[in-house]
């Protein structure tokens, strides 16, 4: 369920917006609830999480990017998407880490273009689903919850957000099915997951508070795939 808000003063407009924006909800079926603001001040006080916001900057009460700058103080992770009919009042969109902007009137491409954009970014932040068989029963892990992923006594043992598994199977499987989510071997031993590691050295990396030894045949790559994944998700 995604929770998605549209924060415009200018009613028929808005009205306009969110009938694009429930057309593409509804031709991928998924579900969500769609409300509307008609200004800043009226949407921080709902103090909903809000999944997705369309933003109008030019609003008389609260503007834009003042209503983003609160809503930055308590939420990081809506993704913003500023709707103007000027493009360089977007542009300080970027000051509080939007998604991007949309130049009004808004058209039914431009709102399937950002909503695929937003919710493929809802999607890498949660990660892949894995169903985990162990002794007790199947149990359901986001990989996005997992830390790291070793091998003790010939199985596999899932370190996560929820708690150790334990699981038969084989880490060059789990490995080759996590590379696209940003998961890493440090050795033979251990498959880590980027988002968690604090620190990078030549002898071992640092996740969830556990020091793991990095191999020499893998430091380089390491220390690369970590620069470049900080790099993309600050």
């Keep these: ?25 509804d031709k991928r079926n998924e579900a969500y609830i769609l409300k509307e ?3 800043g001040l009226d949407f921080i006080r709902s ?5 997705i916001v369309f933003m109008d900057i030019r609003m008389d009460k609260l503007d834009g990017i003042e209503t983003a700058r609160v809503l930055r103080k308590v939420n990081r992770d ?7 009919h000027m493009a360089q009042f977007a542009l300080k969109g970027y000051e509080v880490e939007a998604l991007d902007f949309i130049i009004k009137p808004t058209d039914q491409f431009s709102i399937d273009f950002m909503l695929t954009k937003a919710l493929r970014r809802i999607e890498n932040r949660a990660g892949v689903a894995l169903a985990l068989k162990t002794a007790d029963g199947v149990v359901k892990v986001r990989s996005n919850e997992v830390y790291y992923v ?31 989510h940003h998961f890493i071997l440090c050795n033979r031993s251990y498959l880590v997951n980027l988002l968690h590691v604090t620190s990078v050295n030549s002898e071992y990396l640092t996740v969830n508070g556990v ?3 990095v191999s020499r045949s893998h430091r380089k790559e390491i220390e690369r795939r970590f ?7 600050v």
Excluded: C, W
């Design 78 to 84: 809506t993704l913003l998407i500023f709707v103007t």
């Design 150 to 180: 070793e091998i003790f006594n010939h199985d596999l043992i899932y370190h996560t957000t929820q708690g150790d598994f334990r699981v038969r199977g084989q880490l060059s499987d789990v490995a080759r099915r996590l590379a696209d």
């Design 37 to 39: 603001y008609r200004d």
């Design 47 to 51: 103090a909903e999480d809000y999944d």
């Design 1 to 25: 369920m995604y929770l998605i808000a549209i924060i415009d003063d200018d009613a028929k407009e808005a009205a306009v917006l969110a009938g694009q924006v429930r057309r593409s909800m």
């Design 227 to 233: 620069i470049n994944y900080l790099g993309a998700n």
């Design 211 to 213: 020091q793991l030894p």
